[in-house]
């Protein structure tokens, strides 16, 4: 598909088989803010369709561990050899570098190999004269998929590649800002994927609502915006449905009075503008003492002056454009809403002219809770430093919100840093750095960012159920 001039895309892939439908809808490119392909709007009957594919291919799909492993790891082998047709797609509808892209597809990959192999034990609970007692996972059926526009390849790796090594099976619908890519995959691995396995199928909300309310799907695992988690988990209870949703996050970053400024920024600031901000766990806000603030101000303002600001096609990009008009809109929304409340901008403050979505790396200080773009996830290029003279104050303030995410504590007394971690109310905490994962280590959110939990061995049991059987003797 061609990825420079206005194409239809990738049929969904339902059952196996490709599977157009009647209407489509315009994708654009955020670097050019242009409409460049269009992809399929999937109806309630398209949805239909691909859930009972799902269902019907669940018996067989569920009952045979070895094709499971067999499969998951020709889809890894399958999605490193399409990797140069699957990059440009995504950089076009996302707005990322192309390399960021290649390592999306890489990542997903290697969660269909994680996971191929991972096994869930039976565990012996009692084994005496009177019983033998076993609990056993089992998966639940057929799950629905939603992934967000940030990360739509890496995010749908998270939770399809441990929900068909479950043995469930799964119908997959990622934003309709970056449906093509995901297409793309479901083309992909439609090679090597059991009919009804795998069902890929793009479009907007109707379809979405379609996913969460019909009644054959046993599950949802959702990546997203906290109120559209909240509606889903409103429909999902009407069926008892389980749930894992990711959400939001608001960041907070503490830095002590021993830290280095300039080692700070240079960590803090790549984190929080990787993938022009809009990561759901990046640094949102930064509570630095005031005896060091001014420092990192200047710090973060130079890095933020000498980043590399467009296209993703282009050589050199380091940080390309905000995905949607929305989203760009909501970023200068806030930053203007912060200098009408007094802040001062160290960097950046607008949109750049011309075509796309572009947006200036924007450092923002002189401001304090209370201010939106402080209060709320701005999920975009701009970071604001808040000061403090009391740590106490500085944690009560960073725990004030219904957002718990991650966050991170910076200094040169790592035990002191360790110890100001503990109370921070999160789910995932760092010392000296942030957003540092692995497949092995669990994600999860709590208050509002979460409900559940995925990647590791966390991830895979989150897509079983359990099943005691006791034996009496």
Not at 147 to 167: E, I, Q
Not at 239 to 249: Q, V
Not at 316 to 330: F, K, S
Not at 370 to 386: M, N, S, T, W
Request: with cysteine.
């Amino acid at each position: 598909m061609s990825v420079s001039e206005r194409a239809v895309a990738v049929s969904s892939t339902v059952g196996g088989r490709a599977h157009p439908t009647a209407a489509h809808f315009d994708v654009v490119n955020p670097a050019t803010g242009e409409v460049f392909a269009t992809a399929p709007d999937a109806s309630v009957a398209d949805v239909d369709a691909a859930v009972r594919a799902a269902a019907e291919a669940y018996p067989s799909w569920r009952s045979d561990a070895r094709t499971r492993r067999e499969v998951l790891n020709a889809a890894s082998d399958a999605l490193l050899a399409a990797l140069d047709e699957i990059v440009p797609i995504l950089t076009a509808e996302q707005g990322k570098p192309l390399a960021e892209s290649a390592r999306e597809v890489r990542t997903m990959a290697l969660f269909f190999r994680y996971y191929a192999d991972m096994e869930l034990p039976r565990e012996v609970l009692r084994d005496d004269e009177s019983a033998y007692v076993q609990l056993v996972r089992r998966p639940l059926g057929p799950v629905a998929v939603i992934a967000p526009w940030n990360f739509p390849l890496t995010l749908a790796g998270a939770k399809v590649a441990p929900a068909l090594s479950a043995g469930n099976t799964v119908v997959l619908k990622p934003s309709p800002f970056t449906p093509l890519s995901s297409l793309k995959v479901g083309e992909v691995l439609r090679e090597v994927m059991p009919a009804g396995v795998l069902n890929v199928i793009s479009g907007g909300s109707e379809a979405g609502a379609a996913m969460t309310t019909h009644p054959l799907i046993r599950k949802i695992s959702f990546t997203g915006s906290i109120a559209t988690g909240k509606a889903i988990a409103a429909a999902a209870a009407a069926d008892l449905k389980r749930t894992t949703l990711e959400l939001g996050g608001n960041d907070p970053v503490i830095v002590l009075e021993d830290a280095d400024p300039v080692r700070v920024a240079e960590g803090v600031f790549p984190r929080a503008f990787s993938n022009t901000g809009q990561v759901c766990v990046a640094p949102k806000r930064v509570y630095a003492h005031e005896s060091l603030r001014p420092a990192l101000v200047e710090a973060l303002a130079e890095l933020a002056r000498k980043a590399k600001v467009g296209d993703g096609s282009l050589a050199g990009t380091e940080l390309g454009p905000v995905n949607n008009r929305p989203q760009l809109e909501r970023v200068a929304e806030l930053v203007d809403d912060a200098v009408r409340h007094g802040a001062t901008v160290a960097a950046g403050g607008k949109a750049i002219d011309g075509r796309g979505y572009f947006y200036q790396p924007t450092i923002l200080t002189d401001l304090g809770d209370g201010v939106r773009i402080v209060d709320e996830e701005q999920f975009g290029p701009a970071l604001p430093v808040i000061g403090y003279r009391d740590l106490d104050d500085a944690v009560a303030r960073a725990n004030a919100t219904h957002f718990g995410l991650g966050s991170s504590v910076w200094g040169e007394d790592v035990e002191r840093a360790a110890a100001v971690a503990e109370r921070l109310e999160a789910g995932m905490t760092w010392v000296n750095t942030h957003t540092a994962s692995s497949l092995d280590e669990p994600f999860a959110g709590v208050k509002w960012s979460g409900i559940g939990v995925e990647s590791g061995r966390w991830g895979l049991k989150g897509f079983t159920e359990f099943h005691l059987i006791h034996q009496a003797r």
